[in-house]
DNA sequence: CCCAGCGATTGGTAACACCATTCTAGGGAG
DNA sequence: CTCCCTAGAATGGTGTTACCAATCGCTGGG
């Protein structure tokens, strides 16, 4: 469960820095992975991710009983902390504890798919394809929509800035600099998703944030980005610029496919038990 | 804020009921809306509960800052209960608890908008046509695609019940039975999310039941389902139960044109403040 | 203007009473 | 002898209280 080649730091901090990204307001970003460490309590994080991590894997399946008292003991942490990491855990529909019999595992169809930690925690382990196939098709479905009701709805600012990452990106493509190439297509993709002006899109940005870099990761992008990838992603920019919105939908649509083109090899296997 | 006219439990137990529906195994339930309560403590639910509208609703704006003494107050509970109340407020990205300075309420960008509970909240205060609104685009962009992918990937006994609950809700609008109409419908629905084989599409089947209770209350269904619907039902049932991803997907498309069409007078207002 | 120290407020620990739930053991009936 | 029902005990989460540690905003003094 450790191939993964970085660091388990799930959830928020990813989440906030990644937004920043497509934001505008910082620039740089998206290239401090370590620093912010978590939110509040390093405590809780701590047993959080490792059972969180255990959960979603393999490890620990469903209908597996733990106690406050092992989690106290195995951790060494005091039953308070034991309790309000469960609670955690609980809010997202992984545990449910009950009363005399301990804090039970639950079965995946109660968990909180789209918090990002669960994300987070299930592409660092076991199921990663299975989850990249997942949150990929979720891209298809949610993008072209985004794309289009970003090009009805987005400010003066958002089309102007579209329309410069999409430079940006040409650029960056051409000249075969993955790391910047990457962390433009993420604040591209971001920049859509919000300006759409549905909040259900935006709060995806950090999702598809993560599936461009686990891409990226597995070394799925290919080694020079397509020229009409790029040739795309101007379309939609431009598309989004001058208020189109049925353009924006299908060249987004189409560089989706072609996305997910680049990743059936992953996911042929079947990789999911069931 | 209590225009509802409803109970307000949300989260899971109204999450299992309904999931209960699209599953098969037990025919009723979705009848049974009070008695199971909470999943766990009531004391936290409560609580919980009580601050999460106030702050999905308008009442304490971002940057509000609350203390637990405050709460321990208010809410006549302890310390502990309060810690853990705002522990899971914070994991929810609706709140921050920082040291001398209090819990402050977040921005609605950091809210996990996909919780279950968050979107109950804002489906039972102001904004719940914004929320409607978001939430049916949604729709639009998930349902299709999961449509075509129940038809390449659904059990056998999965395609012949789609076929069956489209039978039933012939059946039943042409009776004009609304509420049965209304429980079919979600299951209609949350059948073809779950056999979509993709788990993010699957965990929307709470939303689509939620935005289907919310729409019928509202008053935006036809008092006589309209025969094109239930046409597009049978269409779609057809087109998966046949292996036609293809014809599911334009079906369910279309099915979706006109739920948008029959809410657009709903969210012309504009609502959002932003 | 800067710096130090105060004090407010959460983070974490410990020990307790309580109670719902489950398991088990015992006894009674068939 | 077997089975079932009940009563009680063991278990483990729920909620409360008290306490100390750590942090960090603010204020006041230099």
Redesign the pocket.
């Known amino acids: 469960m450790a191939e993964t080649g970085e660091g388990s730091r799930p959830g928020y901090s990813s989440a906030v820095e990644l937004r920043g990204v497509g934001h505008g307001k910082r620039e740089h970003a998206a290239a401090s992975p370590p620093p912010p460490a978590t939110d509040?309590?390093?405590?809780?994080s701590s047993v959080l991710d490792t059972i969180g991590e255990e959960i979603t894997g393999d490890a620990l399946p469903e209908g597996h009983v733990?106690?406050?008292?092992?989690i106290r003991e195995r951790f060494?942490?005091?039953?308070?902390?034991a309790?309000?990491t469960?609670?955690i855990l609980e809010s997202m529909g992984l545990v449910r504890?009950?009363?005399?019999?301990?804090?039970t595992v639950q079965p995946r169809a109660s968990w909180n798919v789209y918090d990002p930690r669960v994300i987070w925690w299930r592409l660092s382990g076991p199921g990663r394809n299975a989850q990249l196939r997942s949150l990929t098709e979720l891209r298809i479905a949610v993008e072209p929509l985004a794309a289009g009701a970003a090009a009805r709805s987005a400010s003066a600012a958002e089309r102007e800035r579209a329309v410069g990452i999409a430079a940006t990106l040409r650029a960056l493509g051409e000249a075969g600099d993955l790391d910047r190439f990457l962390e433009a297509d993420i604040a591209f993709h971001t920049l859509l998703l919000q300006a759409s002006g549905n909040e259900m899109f935006g709060a995806l940005a950090d999702v598809v944030a993560v599936v461009l870099q686990g891409r990226t990761q597995l070394g799925l992008m290919p080694h020079h980005p397509e020229p009409a990838a790029l040739d795309l992603h101007e379309a939609v920019a431009d598309a989004v610029a001058g208020g189109r919105p049925r353009d924006a939908e299908t060249g987004m649509r189409e560089l989706l496919a072609e996305v997910r083109h680049a990743m059936l090899p992953l996911w042929e296997p079947r990789t999911r038990k069931g």
């Open positions: 509040a309590a390093v405590l809780h733990l106690t406050l008292e092992q060494g942490v005091s039953r308070t902390v309790r309000e469960m609670r504890s009950r009363r005399r019999v301990g804090i």
